[in-house]
Each structure stands twice: as C-alpha cells, then as structure tokens.
C-alpha cells in the first residue's frame, strides 16, 4: 500500500503564506482519516495546567502527537489544524513552536483567536490527518 500524498494548493494570484502553512491542502491516495478532538495543556502525570504559554504549546502538540501514533500517524500525516489562542499576543510563540513541531510540513491551517473553556488554557488545537 502506498502513502498518501499531501501537497499543498497555493493558486498564483494568492498572497503568499506568511508562515508554516498552505492555502489549501489536496490529499490523493488516502485511505484512513483522524479526527483529532481539540487538546489542551492538561498535564499528563498531575493533570495541572502550566502557567507558560510555550510550555502549553508543547504539551499540546504532545498530544497531538501520542493521538497520532495511536492511529499509526505523525505530524507528517497532517492536513489540516486548526488552532485557537486565548490572546493575539501568542501568536508568534505559536509561530515559532509550530515550525518546530512540523519542520517543513505544512498543513492547511486556521488560527483564531477567541475564549477558550478554561481561562488557565492559552491555547487549544484540532487537527485532521490522512493516512
């Protein structure tokens, strides 16, 4: 069985990307999808929330990553995220930590900023993958 193949959709005419990310996302060969549920920065071992904002960020995208691997994916599996921050002010550390996480992969992308369930979480992420 042969991997799916994930290639970005950026029409000329578009602004170009201004981070890790692509317009839009095509997936061809695909025969598994996971939907994975918005996480949040709850601690694995204490279920405490750290205070910081890239602590939780990193947290996050463990998360992420172990619900992947669950499923027999990575974040080179990802199609789409979509990521909601408790304040503009995250932003660029959202930036920042995202491109560590997924390198030169980019995934279809939104980011919203809006209130979060809980006021101790900075952020929270959902994410669809392909396999």
Same mark, same amino acid.
């Given at each position: 069985?042969?991997? $799916?193949?994930?290639?970005?959709? *950026?029409?000329?005419?578009? $602004?170009? $990307?201004?981070? @890790?990310?692509?317009?839009?996302?095509?997936?061809?060969?695909?025969? +598994?999808?996971?939907?994975?549920? !918005?996480q949040v920065a709850w601690g %694995?071992? *204490?279920?405490?929330?750290?205070?910081?904002? %890239?602590?939780?960020?990193?947290?996050?995208? *463990?998360? &992420?990553?172990?619900?992947?691997?669950?499923?027999?994916?990575?974040? +080179? @599996? /990802?199609?789409?995220?979509? =990521? #909601?921050?408790?304040? +503009? +002010?995250?932003?660029?550390? @959202?930036?920042? &930590?995202?491109?560590?996480?997924? !390198? %030169?992969?980019? $995934?279809? /992308?939104? =980011?919203?900023?809006? %209130?979060? #369930?809980?006021?101790?979480?900075?952020?929270?992420?959902?994410a669809i993958a392909v396999a």
């Open positions: 069985m042969s991997s $799916p193949v994930v290639a970005p959709l *950026d029409p000329p005419g578009l $602004p170009e $990307p201004a981070g @890790n990310y692509t317009h839009g996302t095509s997936v061809t060969g695909a025969t +598994r999808i996971v939907f994975v549920s !918005g %694995d071992s *204490d279920g405490k929330v750290p205070e910081d904002f %890239d602590t939780q960020c990193r947290l996050v995208w *463990d998360h &992420i990553a172990a619900v992947l691997a669950e499923g027999g994916m990575t974040t +080179r @599996n /990802l199609a789409k995220v979509t =990521i #909601y921050l408790a304040d +503009r +002010r995250y932003r660029e550390a @959202n930036a920042r &930590i995202r491109a560590e996480v997924l !390198g %030169d992969h980019r $995934p279809a /992308l939104t =980011i919203i900023i809006t %209130d979060i #369930y809980s006021e101790a979480w900075l952020l929270e992420i959902e």
